[in-house]
């Protein structure tokens, strides 16, 4: 956190000039202190690179072979910087893969990892008892992946998905519990719904059930950038969003749809960018840390 010190040109001025004028210098003088503080407020996000996957057949995802070329997604992670914490969204493929080559998941699918979540942070002088929040738009093992590095941070799921994940993972299909067990023993907040994280509205989970039981997306309001959505699962391919295709692999096809429909409310509302994060295209084209949005 910042901490803030007496303004020492308002004292002098306050000596220095007629009553009068001494007050409005002090309230002028506060104004700027208040602005200065504001703008501090203002998140910074960075884009990581956790990974990249391959698929052959993409019909899963309810769009067909025919329908489009792209076959790789992207996995990302993201570090937000706020003045009153860091937030992790998202840990990337299972760090195991990092520095693997090409590694084949299942028949008909690959991965490839270069540098762990963790390398990543520290190459920004950071390690992962200096994240504060850790908030994963869900447990599938390309978002999950790196969690057990972040047992000291504070764990923002929804309710519904560590019900799911952590208690029941043989119900619901797509959970590898040893990604994740050591969040057994971290501290956690059970949402049930949208959560403002530092409660000043610039970073803000949205829930967005339906991929699985406590899907979650997440909003950043960025100073220079504009207000910015991370999709989650949400949404894997453009096609998903244009024809509101849903994968038949997902928990619950009528919730997703509901999602998707709040989502595209609050992107009409707030005029924010939605980032599907697995679009290869998208982020290709986005900066990557150490450079960040701000």
């Known amino acids: 956190m910042i901490r803030r010190t007496a303004n020492p040109l308002a004292a002098r001025l306050a000596t220095s000039l007629p009553p009068t004028r001494a007050i409005y210098a002090r309230l002028a003088c506060s104004a700027l202190v208040l602005l ?3 703008a501090s407020a203002a998140p910074k996000l960075y884009v990581l690179d956790c990974g990249l996957l391959n698929f052959e057949d993409i019909s899963r995802f309810s769009v067909a072979n025919d329908e489009t070329d792209v076959r790789q997604m992207f996995v990302p992670c ?10 992790l969204w998202d840990s990337g493929l299972p760090i195991e893969f990092a520095g693997e080559g090409i590694v084949d998941r299942r028949p008909g699918v690959w991965l490839r990892y270069d540098v762990s979540i963790v390398d990543q942070l520290s190459s920004l002088g950071l390690t992962p008892a200096d994240i504060d929040y850790l908030a994963l738009s869900h447990l599938h093992f390309d978002h999950a992946g790196g969690a057990n590095a972040f047992v000291t941070s504070t764990l923002l799921i929804q309710q519904a998905e560590y019900e799911a994940a952590f208690q029941r993972p043989g119900e619901v299909s797509g959970y590898e519990p040893a990604l994740f067990s050591a969040l057994e023993s971290a501290e956690r907040v059970l949402l049930n719904g949208d959560q403002d994280v530092f409660s000043d509205g610039t970073v803000r989970i949205i829930a967005t059930p339906g991929h699985t039981p406590g899907h979650q997306a997440l909003f950043v309001d960025l100073e220079k950038t504009g207000p910015v959505l991370l999709s989650g699962d949400l949404y894997h391919f453009e096609e998903n969003r244009a024809w509101r295709r849903v994968p038949t692999f997902n928990f619950d096809a009528e919730q997703t749809l509901a999602s998707m429909d709040k989502v595209e409310r609050l992107l ?21 840390a150490p450079e960040f949005y701000d």
């Open 78 to 87: 993201y570090l937000i910087e706020h003045e009153e914490g860091r937030l």
């Open 268 to 288: 009409e509302e707030t005029a924010a960018t939605l980032w599907i994060e697995h679009n290869l295209e998208l982020a290709n084209g986005l900066r990557k």
């Open 36 to 38: 200065s503080g504001i």
